[in-house]
Structure formats: structure tokens, C-alpha cells
């Protein structure tokens, strides 16, 4: 049973909250309603104050109407209440304005009653509504009374019923002030829920643009960063199939049986030519002589006659140190009047002189200088290491290929003029005018 009546006496608890809140201010105002139409009922029965029956028997029917409408917002029929309840004032208004047959009873205080319900609990429309309700219902009542449609069916007093009139509409106008106010708290710290709310979410999305920003910033430097290590490998992977092409075009320029002068020019050639040189000068290594000297004689020059070239022993000037250290030297801040560049167009002063050694391993075999117009880049540069080993391995091939042909004509030499005084061999028909018959002599003379 107290459960039953808790559940009536307090606001019901719904789902959403808006509609939560108006279903508190009507219970209140029903609830209010009631009592003060109870408690007003009964002082008139107890103080025996004149009462008419058309006004009791809207009391009446208010109260079962209240009561209605208190289930109605348990069930979660807010809205609908929220727009039936302001009309319960107005049909009490016009009720007891032709009950009492006046417009100048005290009952028509509670005329703003309406207007100030439907502001409270419905939207804009519904106060719209309303306020044209009273001002029609009003216009309509005092038309009937200028025009005799209603009359007052008692004197009109300032006694007691004046008192409880007023005092009831002093009431109810209290309770809608304080709903009022409460609307007005509820609606500020729903704005202030709302404000921290919103400002909770707006530092969410900072922080969530931040870290994507920041997100995006790292995708776009490790995007960059991969497209940067994407060209620099492109340029190595180019650079070294340069290298590689460069190195196979060589191998190509130095195949078959050629000469030292001819093999040297065609390696000075296809380095200068590579490399976009000006000028070239390469020197053969030679060694000899009772004190084993060795010495650099220049054996193929690229826009550089031979001739002008010198040739140098081991330690003489930067040419023969290199023979020596084995060791590329680079020479900068040459003189214009040391070196020059000869063309049809004039002369140019090269920037630097690469002196480079072609070794065999620990041997050099020959010295390539280089006058540059300008500074190699690093995969020219590692060209020139990688062509190093392998015309150094062909020159020195060449140099004892011609150390060999020169030891055979010297011998070929030395052979001819003792088989000429050979006794007999003159006596032998045809073997004199015949090369063929001299080559197939008998074993015997081949093994003397």
C-alpha cells in the first residue's frame, strides 16, 4: 500500500530527461491542484459559505480529471498532459464567470493561468494556442454580459468568498513561480551540463585532431623519407649500372692481341671519353738495366701528343712519388701557366690533376694522369678504381706479350747466321733457294 501511494505522490522516473523534468512540474501541479480544490471544498462546507452547484460540480470533475492525468504521466504521456493541462483553468474560468454570471468576480484573476501553463509545459504553439483561447473566451464573456446572455445570480461581496478566491489564485500562481524558477535552475544547469559536456568533447577532438595531425605529420616525413631513400637508391642503382656499363665498354676496347701503344691509347680513349675529360696522358712502367731501375714513358695521350710528354724515374717530381707511394694524388689550384688545354676555340686552364697508379695487385704497371675542368663525382670516381685492376692485368699482359715477341726476332736473329756455316748444307739440292727444305732438315741436323 505505501509503495502504491509513493508511486502516485512522486514523479515517475522516464528515460529521457527532458521529459523526466516535466513530468516532475506536473505532478506537482496536479497534485497542487487537487489539494487546494479539496482543501477550498471543504472550508465552504465547514464555513457554510454560499456555494453554487455548477461551480462544485466542475470542482469535482477537475479533481477526477487531475487524478486522470497523474496516471497518464506515470505512463509516460507527458507530452499530452503537458498540452490538456491548461485547458483545466480556462474551462474553471468560464465555468464559474457564467456560474456566478459576471465578469467582475474575483474568479476572473486566474485568466492568465492558462497562457502561463502552456508557457511552462508546452512549446511555443501551444502558448500561442491559448492566449488566442482566453482572449476569445474573454471577448465572448464580456459580449454576453454587455448583451444580457448572463446575470449575476448573487450579489457580489468582498467576504470570505472573495478571500478564498483570491487565496487560491495567490496559491496556484506561487507554485507556477516556483516551477518557473525551477524550470529556469534545471534549464541553467542542463546548459552548464551541456557547456562542460561540449567543452570535455571539444578537448577530445583537439586532442584527437592533434594526435592525427601529428599522425599525418609522421605518415608524411616517413612518406618523404621512403621516397627520398627510393631516389637515392634509384641514383646508386644508376650510378653503379654506369659503373658497370663503363667497366664492360673498357673490357670490350682492351680484348684480343693489341699492342702496348695501341691498347694504352685505347684505354686513355675510353676513360677521357667516359668521363668527359679534356686531356689524358697514360705512362708505362718499364723496368731495366743492370740496377733493375724502373721508369714511366708515356706510351698514349687523349688532345696530348706523345711527344710533348716526359718521361720520369721513380721519385722524380709528383708523376715518379706515385710510382713510389702507389697511391692516387689530386693536384688543385693549378696555375694557368703550369698546364694548358689546346683547342681550336683557345686554350683552358684545367682546375685539377688526378694522377691515379694502375696497379697489379702491389705492382704498378702504369700511371694514368688526368687534367680536370672540373671535380669528378663520387660513381666517376669509383669507375676509376673499378677500371683500375683490369687495365693494369691487360697492360702488363701486352708488355710481356711484347718483352716475349722481342726476346723470339732476337733470337730468330741470333739463329740466322749460324746455320749458314753449317758444311753440307749447301751441297743439298734446292735447300738453298727452298725455305721449306731448310725447315725440314733431317732429325739429325735439328737435334745438333
Not at 468576480?105 to 486566474?110: E, F, H, L, Q, R
Request: net charge neutral.
Amino acid at each position: 500500500m505505501l509503495k502504491r501511494w509513493k508511486h502516485f505522490f512522486f514523479p515517475p522516473a522516464l528515460a529521457d530527461d527532458d521529459q523526466s523534468a516535466t513530468g516532475y512540474m506536473l505532478n506537482i501541479i496536479l497534485l497542487s491542484i487537487i489539494a487546494i480544490l479539496v482543501v477550498s471544498s471543504i472550508l465552504i462546507y465547514l464555513l457554510r459559505m454560499p456555494a453554487n452547484p455548477i461551480t462544485m460540480a466542475l470542482v469535482g470533475v477537475t479533481i477526477i480529471a487531475n487524478i486522470w492525468m497523474l496516471r497518464a504521466v506515470r505512463r509516460g504521456r507527458v507530452n499530452l498532459v503537458g498540452s490538456l493541462l491548461p485547458l483545466e483553468p480556462m474551462m474553471m474560468w468560464i465555468g464559474s464567470v457564467i456560474s456566478v454570471g459576471t465578469t467582475r468576480a474575483p474568479v476572473m484573476g486566474i485568466l492568465f493561468l492558462p497562457v502561463i501553463m502552456s508557457g511552462l509545459l508546452g512549446t511555443v504553439r501551444t502558448v500561442v494556442l491559448y492566449s488566442g483561447l482566453t482572449l476569445v473566451a474573454m471577448a465572448g464573456l464580456f459580449v454576453a454580459e454587455a448583451n444580457g446572455l448572463i446575470r449575476p445570480t448573487q450579489p457580489l461581496t468582498a467576504g470570505l468568498l472573495q478571500a478564498v478566491t483570491y487565496g487560491i489564485i495567490f496559491v496556484i500562481t506561487a507554485i507556477l513561480l516556483v516551477l518557473v524558477n525551477y524550470s529556469i535552475r534545471l534549464a541553467l544547469q542542463r546548459a552548464r551540463k551541456n557547456e562542460s559536456a561540449l567543452a570535455e568533447r571539444n578537448q577530445e577532438l583537439q586532442a584527437l585532431s592533434a594526435s592525427l595531425e601529428t599522425q599525418v605529420q609522421e605518415r608524411t616525413l616517413n612518406a618523404v623519407q621512403a621516397r627520398q631513400e627510393a631516389e637515392v637508391a634509384r641514383l646508386a642503382i644508376e650510378q653503379q649500372a654506369w659503373v658497370t656499363a663503363g667497366q664492360l665498354r673498357l673490357i670490350e676496347a682492351m680484348s684480343g692481341e693489341q699492342s702496348v701503344a695501341h691498347l694504352a691509347q685505347n684505354v686513355v680513349n675510353q676513360v677521357c671519353r667516359y668521363l668527359d675529360i679534356s686531356a689524358a696522358m697514360l705512362y708505362v712502367c718499364e723496368r731495366g738495366g743492370e740496377d733493375h731501375s724502373v721508369a714511366l714513358h708515356p706510351a698514349a695521350g687523349y688532345a696530348v701528343a706523345i711527344e710533348e710528354a716526359h718521361s720520369y724515374q721513380a721519385g722524380q717530381g709528383v708523376i715518379g712519388q706515385v710510382l713510389i707511394d702507389k697511391r692516387s694524388t689530386l693536384l688543385t689550384g693549378v696555375s694557368p701557366s703550369d698546364l694548358r688545354i689546346h683547342s681550336t676555340l683557345g686554350d683552358t686552364a684545367p682546375r685539377q690533376v688526378l694522377i691515379q697508379p694502375l696497379l697489379d695487385g702491389e705492382q704498378v704497371i702504369g700511371v694514368l694522369e688526368l687534367l680536370l675542368l672540373r671535380s669528378l663525382l663520387p660513381h666517376e670516381e669509383q669507375y676509376l678504381r673499378m677500371v683500375n685492376s683490369p687495365s693494369a692485368v691487360a697492360l702488363r699482359t701486352a708488355l710481356a706479350r711484347q718483352q716475349i715477341n722481342a726476346l723470339l726476332a732476337e733470337s730468330q736473329r741470333a739463329d740466322k747466321p749460324g746455320r749458314a756455316d753449317k758444311p753440307g748444307r749447301a751441297d743439298k739440292p734446292g735447300r738453298a733457294n727452298d725455305p721449306q727444305a731448310e725447315d725440314a732438315s733431317d732429325p739429325e741436323e735439328q737435334a745438333q
